[in-house]
């Protein structure tokens, strides 16, 4: 049996005429923390429902511990945890009321967790749901997709309406949560200092596919950015093996590079003469260098 809770294999879903995944190939390791990164309308959202079995894929095959999305078994759905990119609630309910009804569902609630949630994230559980803000119902949509310790957490820009704050909050709880290496998380975010703190893999998604999956620190590792000092000007084809973008200026050059390694940079110090200077990049760059190379 193969250790993966989450695996797709050309995974293909449409809208009409739209197709937003256009052949998903992920293998996620049991124990993963994976930030799902991706501009706009790259499909972020549509895969996790699709790994949920909200919506039906169109090609491809998916599994979710195992199971086909579309039928899990209702032992698989309580050990999921999902949060929504948009959290609806009950207007007419208060704080604790939503807590306790939805805890109601679940065999293994935990409701002093919950209680304890609702004290680190600053909410009043006498709090009526239609006076809450909305970073404050993204709180609450929080406690509600992890009150049942689930296995697996599937959240969808779970901190894009925090403050700094409940987003630090948050990801101390997501720490504490994956520090035995049992559970797994997969989140979609924009925001990749968030990424950085917490993840163990990085899922890069592009045109409906994943352009890279992998450890975070084998892709701080690989992608790096080059400044070339040559004595002579560099020749407008000068080129690079595995540049995403190359800036000349002159004598000197900037490249950032898919894949570093010695051979490449004494490639270019024998060719050119020229010395080369080597400079981590933050996830964010990466992304950006990654995005833009397409
Ligand atoms: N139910 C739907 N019917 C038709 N089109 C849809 C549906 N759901 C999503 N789409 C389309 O699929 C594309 C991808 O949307 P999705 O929400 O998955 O992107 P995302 O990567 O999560 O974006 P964001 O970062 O903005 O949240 C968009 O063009 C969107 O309009």
């Known amino acids: 049996m193969n250790n993966?809770?989450?695996?797709?294999?050309?995974?293909?879903?449409?809208?009409?005429?739209?197709?937003?995944?256009?052949?998903?190939?992920?293998?996620?390791?049991?124990?993963?923390?994976?930030?799902?990164?991706?501009?706009?309308?790259?499909?972020?959202?549509?895969?996790?429902?699709?790994?949920?079995?909200?919506?039906?894929?169109?090609a491809g095959t998916a599994t979710l511990m195992g199971e086909d999305p579309w039928n899990l078994s209702a032992h698989t759905k309580s050990r999921i945890g999902y949060v929504p990119q948009v959290v609806h609630l009950y207007p007419w309910m208060k704080v604790r009321q939503v807590i306790e009804y939805t805890g109601a569902f679940y065999a293994n609630w935990d409701h002093a967790w919950c209680r304890e949630l609702l004290d680190q994230w600053d909410l009043d559980g006498a709090a009526w749901i239609r006076n809450l803000s909305t970073g404050q119902l993204q709180r609450l949509g929080l406690i509600l997709g992890?009150?049942?310790?689930?296995?697996l957490y599937l959240l969808d820009e779970p901190a894009a309406s925090l403050d700094p704050s409940g987003r630090r909050s948050l990801l101390r709880s997501l720490l504490e949560i994956t520090e035995d290496r049992e559970h797994s998380i997969l989140f979609s975010t924009h925001i990749?200092?968030?990424?950085?703190?917490?993840?163990?893999?990085?899922?890069?998604?592009?045109?409906?596919v994943i352009d890279y999956f992998g450890e975070l620190d084998e892709l701080k590792d690989s992608v790096k950015r080059i400044r070339v000092h040559s004595p002579v000007d560099l020749p407008p084809?000068?080129?690079?093996?595995?540049?995403?973008?190359?800036?000349?200026?002159?004598?000197?050059?900037?490249?950032?590079v898919a894949a570093v390694n010695d051979e490449v940079i004494d490639g270019i110090r024998d060719r050119w003469d020229a010395s080369v200077d080597v400079e981590d990049l933050n996830l964010e760059d990466i992304f950006l260098e990654l995005h833009d190379a397409q």
């Open 4 to 58: 993966d809770i989450i695996r797709t294999s050309g995974l293909r879903k449409h809208f009409g005429k739209n197709e937003v995944l256009r052949g998903v190939d992920l293998a996620i390791p049991r124990g993963a923390v994976v930030g799902l990164l991706g501009s706009n309308g790259a499909g972020k959202s549509t895969l996790i429902k699709c790994l949920l079995g909200l919506l039906k894929i169109s």
């Open 146 to 151: 992890m009150g049942h310790r689930p296995d």
């Open 192 to 208: 990749t200092s968030d990424l950085e703190r917490i993840a163990s893999h990085v899922a890069i998604m592009g045109n409906g």
């Open 237 to 256: 084809d000068f080129s690079v093996p595995g540049a995403l973008r190359t800036e000349i200026n002159g004598d000197s050059a900037i490249v950032a």
